[in-house]
């Protein structure tokens, strides 16, 4: 399964561990520290791998809910990706 994982930077070592966790079961997992590249247009990039996913994790934390979160933004985009998650 192709999983876009999405957390705030506060939480970073949790999500990396999760991360570990879901690539052992044998999932592909986007993470931002790793599939990103210096130079690309970030934005773009994002979408395309919520778009690719399977699934989203949202990691729900103040962090990550708090207003100007660039995890709303994610969340937003996942909301449009499966209008009706099943």
């Excluded at 934005?43 to 699934?55: K, N």
Aim: glycine fraction near 4%; charge should be negative.
């Amino acid at each position: 399964m192709n999983i876009f994982l999405s957390y705030p930077s506060s939480c970073r070592p949790l999500a990396d561990r999760l991360r570990l966790a879901l690539e052992a079961e044998g999932h592909d997992v986007f993470f931002d520290r790793s599939d990103l590249h210096s130079g690309e247009y970030f934005h773009r990039t994002l979408r395309e791998a919520i778009d690719d996913a399977d699934a989203l994790v949202f990691l729900i934390t103040p962090a990550s809910v708090k207003r100007g979160s660039y995890c709303l933004t994610e969340l937003a985009q996942a909301e449009q990706r499966w209008r009706r998650p099943g």
